[in-house]
């Protein structure tokens, strides 16, 4: 099978990075002794370890929890004069929380003014003269988020996944499409396209250190989620949102919030996503919301190349994450090593040691931190790079395969692209919310999609 480029508009960084001056490309011949020497042969990425310097860039949080805040701090360290400017957040304990750690840690004061609460907060941060917008909001919020960004003529980093429907994914495309046209950077959260062993793992795949691919699978296998109670005084949409963690409309289940990681890097090493999702799952222990405990996908690509996944979250079991990938002359983790058919290792990532000299068995730069270097690099070198496509595709298979799972049927990506399917309140503000229920999906009653 004939290896291809991937399409430069879709893997701008990785695919083809000699755009950047200060990212670039360079030959990686140490590292493909076993491959072909021909010219056209791929080349390992070579990322900066700061990004460079320049006028401030000032950017604006949008969603305050855990993962929104770990990106400030990527943000901060990303370079320098960086600056975080303004927080929001539908709640106003976070958007305190995330303000009293960026004091306590860094030194760095938001001021009142710029501090904004409620289900409009984004528009807030938006407008509140920002040149980069972190969107690590809520999943189900991110399509009008990310929207609104764009229409102001902001820079995103987009966490993942893209969102939790077919509505709103196809939305997030539409957007990436405004994004490109209006030459603005987007960064996505699927960092393992960030992450130096990945990358490089991959290099060697597209250069035939395991033939041609052949099927993989893929696995989120994970202790269950922390329930949130419900307190006194909370409504019913504060406390689904507080709890977002076990409801299908904020997070889009575990497949798709979860395995997306995992999704993404077939996705990327394939050069292509799959178009039928073929699923099962189940709740037996989950206390709380209405998601499953467990799915089993098989999932297929156009030319009947194949994909398991299965995702588990469940205390007492098993846990893995992990991504193999088989090809006829042998096979991969993606991560760091590859095996031939017989099960000998012939290759390896070689990573940083420590000073005892024993290797790290990580990457020298997180790749948190690495994919807001590149994010800021992208944007002070004027290479803008847009990671939007490959990150909703990624997110619709996650979508696809739940579908799959709820219903019982088989699910196609031309489902996906023509599908109304919109799942969530119908209205977003404090209050009852009569029209989501704590109950899980039934496979083989009547389906939506």
Not at 224 to 249: F, K, S, Y
Not at 431 to 442: E, M, S, Y
Request: hydrophobic content about 35%; some cysteine.
């Amino acid at each position: 099978m004939e290896k291809k480029p991937e399409p430069t508009s879709r893997r701008k960084f990785l695919g083809k990075a000699a755009g950047l001056s200060a990212i670039g490309a360079i030959g990686a011949g140490h590292l493909l002794s076993s491959c072909s020497s021909s010219r056209d042969r791929y080349s390992a990425p070579v990322w900066p370890a700061k990004a460079p310097d320049g006028p401030v860039l000032k950017a604006g949080l949008i969603g305050c929890g855990h993962r929104g805040t770990g990106a400030a701090f990527n943000w901060l360290d990303a370079g320098p004069n960086l600056q975080i400017t303004a927080l929001g957040d539908v709640f106003s304990d976070r958007v305190e929380n995330c303000r009293k750690q960026l004091r306590e840690r860094r030194n760095v004061e938001v001021p009142d003014e710029n501090c904004f609460v409620g289900f409009d907060a984004y528009k807030g941060v938006i407008n509140s003269d920002v040149d980069v917008i972190l969107e690590a909001s809520v999943s189900k919020f991110r399509p009008t988020h990310f929207e609104a960004a764009v229409q102001a003529r902001k820079h995103v980093f987009l966490e993942k996944p893209a969102g939790v429907d077919p509505v709103g994914i196809r939305s997030i495309m539409a957007s990436g499409r405004m994004a490109e046209s209006a030459g603005l950077s987007v960064v996505a959260g699927t960092q393992r396209r960030h992450q130096l062993d990945y990358a490089t793992t991959r290099t060697m795949i597209q250069n035939g250190a395991i033939g041609d691919l052949i099927s993989a699978n893929i696995y989120w296998l994970r202790l269950a989620q922390n329930v949130t109670p419900r307190q006194p005084g909370w409504c019913d949409m504060e406390a689904m949102i507080r709890d977002r963690a076990n409801w299908t409309w904020q997070t889009g289940d575990s497949i798709v919030n979860l395995l997306v990681h995992n999704i993404d890097v077939i996705c990327w090493f394939f050069g292509k996503h799959p178009i039928r999702a073929t699923g099962f799952g189940g709740r037996h222990r989950r206390q709380s919301g209405d998601m499953f405990d467990f799915f089993g996908v098989d999932f297929a690509f156009d030319d009947r190349r194949t994909l398991f996944g299965c995702s588990r979250e469940i205390d007492g079991c098993h846990n893995k994450v992990e991504e193999i990938i088989y090809g006829t002359k042998g096979y991969t983790n993606c991560q760091n090593t590859i095996w031939d058919n017989a099960g000998n290792v012939v290759w390896e990532y070689e990573y940083p040691r420590d000073e005892d000299g024993r290797p790290t068995r990580r990457v020298a730069i997180s790749p948190y931190d690495q994919e807001i270097i590149n994010f800021v690099t992208s944007i002070r070198t004027s290479n803008p790079v847009n990671e939007v496509q490959a990150l909703a595709e990624s997110s619709l298979v996650g979508v696809m395969a739940r579908i799959s799972a709820y219903t019982g049927r088989d699910v196609t990506w031309e489902d996906m692209m023509s599908s109304n399917l919109e799942i969530g309140p119908t209205k977003y503000e404090f209050g009852p919310v009569p029209d989501i229920q704590p109950v899980p999906a039934v496979p083989g009653t009547p389906p939506q999609v």
